[in-house]
């Protein structure tokens, strides 16, 4: 079975741009997630995507928006990018987003450079 | 406020010593943990997690970690390293109350000499 799959895998874009990045779960799987990783730092959580609804969302400024397909694939968006906003975009899957029962599976990631 | 500490940036072994990656963690609710790994070049990928039960939990490749409640600790070990084990390592713990939000350490760098 195919894991999270992510396109594009890299992209160079400047300040002010807009951005889409691409996340496919694996089969089965209705919830997304979306991790920010900045070098020398562990992944965070930007959104979390169940049944096309928003479930949680992290510290991110509204320049970061998402949403979740019927088919479960999901686009996060990024408005106005920031050199800042350069990392790597890692995309997480799970099957039911429950208290004691969920465990995200992570995709490679797209990598964002903002010059 | 949620956090997940690891003690140790940067680890440095030789093949075939024995491993343990501190990871303490600051969480009112349900806990489950995880640890993460990521190779070079290669995405991060689950080594083990610990729901409920067994405190002690075996994952893939010989790593175990041990849930100790009363220390807030959850820490990785593996009796033997090998080279091959070299990459980073990544805590977490699932927020219920913000979704499932993952809330990882700020990750440990191993690395094994042949």
């Known amino acids: 079975d195919a894991g999270v799959t992510q396109s594009p895998t890299h992209l160079i874009k400047t300040r002010g741009q807009h951005v889409t990045l691409r996340c496919s779960p694996i089969?089965?799987?209705?919830?997304v997630s979306w991790y920010q990783q900045v070098l020398g730092q562990g992944p965070q959580f930007i959104f979390q995507?169940?049944?096309?609804?928003?479930?949680g969302r992290g510290n991110f400024p509204d320049r970061f928006s998402a949403r979740q397909f019927p088919n479960y694939s999901s686009e996060l968006n990024v408005n106005a990018l920031l050199l800042g906003d350069s990392a790597l975009y890692l995309c997480?899957?799970?099957?039911?987003?429950?208290?004691?029962?969920?465990?995200?599976?992570f995709g490679p990631g797209t990598r964002l450079l903002v010059l | 406020a949620q956090s997940v500490s690891q003690h140790n940036h940067h680890v440095i072994l030789s093949e075939a010593a024995s491993l343990e990656l501190g990871c303490n963690y600051s969480?009112?609710?349900?806990?489950?943990l995880f640890w993460y790994v990521q190779y070079p070049g290669q995405h991060l990928q689950l080594l083990l997690k610990?729901?409920?039960?067994?405190?002690l939990v075996k994952g893939i490749k010989g790593f175990e970690a041990e849930f100790i409640k009363s220390k807030f600790s959850f820490n990785l070990r593996k009796p033997s390293v090998q080279w091959s084990d070299t990459a980073e390592y990544f805590c977490?713990?699932?927020?219920?109350?913000?979704?499932?939000?993952?809330?990882f350490g700020q990750g440990t760098e191993l690395s094994v000499k042949p």
């Open positions: 997480a899957s799970s099957t039911y987003p429950g208290e004691g029962l969920e465990t995200q599976y």
């Open positions: 089969s089965g799987h209705k919830s």
């Open positions: 995507y169940y049944e096309k609804e928003e479930r």
């Open positions: 969480y009112g609710g349900t806990v489950n």
């Open positions: 610990y729901f409920s039960g067994d405190p």
């Open positions: 977490a713990v699932i927020n219920y109350n913000q979704g499932g939000k993952l809330i």
